[in-house]
């Protein structure tokens, strides 16, 4: 089966590699650290964060209709998608209306999720995604490894190879600020010869029926200042109920994405400016489903600042790609198999169940319980392999037995005594290739008791 | 009291030594303490690899064994956090709910029960404290690395600075995981030994020369690197720390 492990261990051939990518994301969660710990009661403002987000999803229904009938009064068109294909569908019909041939694009998972830019392109409509790290990403026909930081994979060597290739740089050995200044001329070409923008939505607010778009680099309001047209995509579960409650989320998200007490553009888009048009494109996309499982519905608190990504041990160890779905890591792993079971059957097994990702995490899914909870739907729905099936069965068999226990116990430590090291560490024995197990010891602590004991 | 001392599977074979420590250490403080013959396992290695429906009759066993004692004591902080938290799917009898509240980590009984805050050992080495995820982040044994704000000291901690000639280290990473993770440790082999072997880095490169933690499999992992590539570094599981003597020999 090609999951995760395959793709992980791949990975790990190039240990120093491993051992950078580590350390990038590493710093991140030590940035994030710094900047939680300056914010008195953070704790209370995670909690105050995961009680808003479960009061609105169990009133989801209610604050999405109060959300479009504010837009609707703002001015601004409401559209809705049951799934990636409608999504794909209407964009493209607004495009197609406008006459729109290109499209600049600030960040959104979600459009990476529906697959937005191959279906435009496919319409003869060219794409340019204009946050740096996506453009990146888009240049070399890869996809983002990461959601907050979509091209953390890549070193500046090789970036700098992609833009002489692509922008035609000059070979600058990896330097940031040429690099930069290069992409940011590169760009505002772009910005200015578009027709449309598109962005994605970070919170959209029922009460007001404006939205928030969260970026680093102000791409979403070049593009959308400099467009005609404005066009945001937005899963069902970004609705938060009323205005107030944006301070909570603008004081988590980038602390815990990037640690940063804010982003450097919180943009508020409410109603058209003359002569401009805004349309909102609400998707469901899955996500009713996994709102009806109760074990799993807490995972549509996301907010997508990435911190149980930067926490986890795996991840940094094995890269997003690795993972292949749209989202990686910790809350990709209990997404995914909702959308697809067979195909990400191994994503919940890619984790240690830590837990330091729901103890990061600034609206308190509780991912390693999730994980846990998946590999039961996993196990009974799909089934497992052949021998980890049988020697499952076997355990269990054992383990309700006490005698067999412990005459298995016996006889596994003298076979593990008297055969040859050759055998005990054939191919067979994926724990032994680096490592030794444990030396088997003359008698078990159950024999020891009994004999002093009795 | 009567306390029953549950000896987690893979301690009862291969690590019998960890057992003793762990009885003598409670006997020692004057506990009364009983092992049921007939205890096997809690069930987590198969409950963790989704087999969780094939886990119910270890659990009943489980239960069986240990209803009739008041606590029921572990030197292992992810086998307690497996019997608290997971075996939730049995019916909550009154027997079940008793053993479910009264199973202990050693460190977490020994501090939060019997409210011991310093054992009479002696260990003179420098000791670099691994955190076992489950007794960290599911028990609370500490506070996490995650969390912000002020916490309560980790009972482990607390425990090990008291003991005579013991030097804690400090690490650079204080809570990662190990990589160990049960059947993890062998279907994400490259990854579990990848994250093994950088813990081992971090506790060598701040000059730890014994690891010690709660859980015995985190260090079983650890040891097969350690025995593998030779590193100098011991591996002590903290009730034989707690349960060394004056002269001690490693």
């Not at chain 1, 996994?290 to 991840?315: D, K, M, W």
Request: hydrophobic share 40%; with cysteine.
């Amino acid at each position: 089966m090609n999951g995760h492990p395959q793709a992980a261990a791949a990975f790990n051939r190039d240990e120093a590699h491993v051992d950078w990518h580590d350390t990038a994301l590493w710093a991140v969660r030590q940035k994030r650290d710094t900047m939680a710990g300056t914010v008195r009661n953070w704790e209370s403002l995670r909690s105050l964060g995961s009680q808003i987000k479960a009061h609105t999803l169990s009133n989801l229904g209610q604050y999405l209709e109060q959300f479009e009938k504010n837009a609707l009064q703002n001015g601004v068109k409401v559209h809705w998608a049951a799934d990636a294909r409608e999504h794909n569908r209407i964009v493209c019909e607004i495009l197609k209306q406008h006459k729109v041939g290109k499209l600049v694009k600030s960040k959104s998972m979600l459009t990476e999720e529906c697959g937005l830019n191959p279906y435009l392109e496919a319409q003869g409509i060219e794409v340019t995604d204009t946050d740096l790290g996506e453009r990146i990403v888009q240049l070399a026909k890869e996809h983002p490894s990461h959601i907050v930081m979509p091209a953390i994979h890549k070193k500046r060597e090789e970036i700098d190879l992609l833009f002489q290739e692509h922008l035609g740089t000059r070979r600058s050995g990896g330097d940031a600020l040429y690099l930069t200044r290069e992409a940011r001329k590169h760009l505002r070409q772009r910005f200015l010869q578009a027709d449309a923008a598109l962005t994605g939505v970070n919170f959209a607010i029922a009460e007001t029926g404006g939205f928030v778009v969260c970026t680093n680099e102000g791409n979403a309001d070049m593009g959308v200042h400099a467009t005609p047209l404005h066009i945001a995509c937005m899963g069902i579960e970004k609705i938060i109920p009323a205005q107030e409650h944006l301070g909570v989320f603008l004081r988590l998200l980038a602390r815990s994405a990037t640690g940063q007490p804010i982003t450097t553009y919180s943009s508020h888009f409410r109603a058209p400016a003359p002569g401009q048009e805004i349309h909102i494109v609400i998707v469901d996309n899955g996500r009713s489903n996994q709102l009806g499982r109760p074990e799993f519905r807490n995972s549509l608190h996301c907010i997508r600042c990435g911190a149980c990504i930067n926490t986890c041990p795996v991840y940094r160890r094995s890269g997003g790609h690795s993972y292949g779905y749209t989202i990686p890591g910790p809350i990709g792993s209990i997404l995914a198999p909702g959308k697809d079971l067979h195909r990400h059957a191994s994503l919940p097994f890619a984790s240690t169940l830590c837990g330091s990702c729901h103890d990061v995490c600034p609206v308190k899914i509780d991912i390693h319980k999730q994980l846990f909870r998946w590999r039961q739907v996993i196990v009974r729905e799909e089934g497992a392999d052949f021998f980890k099936t049988l020697a499952m069965k076997a355990t269990a068999f054992v383990f309700a037995r006490p005698g067999l226990f412990a005459f298995g116990g016996k006889v596994g430590r003298l076979l593990l005594k008297i055969t040859p090291r050759f055998l005990v560490y054939s191919r067979l024995n994926s724990w032994g290739k680096q490592r030794e197990l444990p030396a088997p010891p003359g008698q078990s602590f159950t024999e020891w008791y009994k004999r002093e004991r009795g | 009291m009567r306390i029953a001392l549950f000896i987690p599977c893979y301690i009862n074979q291969f690590y019998p030594q960890v057992g003793i420590a762990t009885l003598q250490l409670l006997e020692k403080l004057g506990q009364d303490v009983f092992y049921p013959h007939d205890q096997t396992c809690c069930g987590q290695p198969l409950a963790n690899s989704g087999f969780e429906g094939d886990a119910v009759r270890t659990y009943d066993l489980f239960v069986r064994n240990f209803q009739d004692y008041d606590y029921i004591v572990a030197p292992s902080g992810s086998c307690v956090y497996h019997v608290r938290h997971h075996f939730d799917i049995i019916p909550q009898s009154a027997e079940v709910s008793h053993v479910r509240e009264k199973t202990f980590e050693l460190c977490d009984f020994l501090v939060n029960i019997l409210k011991i805050d310093k054992i009479e050992a002696r260990f003179p080495h420098k000791v670099g404290l691994h955190q076992s995820c489950h007794g960290l982040r599911g028990l609370r044994l500490g506070q996490s690395s995650e969390l912000m704000g002020p916490g309560h000291a980790s009972v482990v901690r607390q425990l090990l600075a008291g003991v005579e000639g013991l030097e804690l280290v400090e690490l650079t990473r204080a809570d990662e995981c190990c990589g160990f993770g049960g059947t993890f440790a062998v279907a994400e082999e490259a990854v579990s030994v990848k994250m093994g072997t950088d813990r081992l880095s971090d506790h060598l490169k701040n000059g730890a020369e014994v690891i010690t933690a709660t859980d015995m499999s985190c260090l079983m992992h650890l040891e097969g690197l350690v025995r593998r590539r030779n590193l100098p570094l011991q591996i002590k599981h903290v009730a034989e720390i707690l349960n060394s003597k004056n002269k001690v020999s490693i």
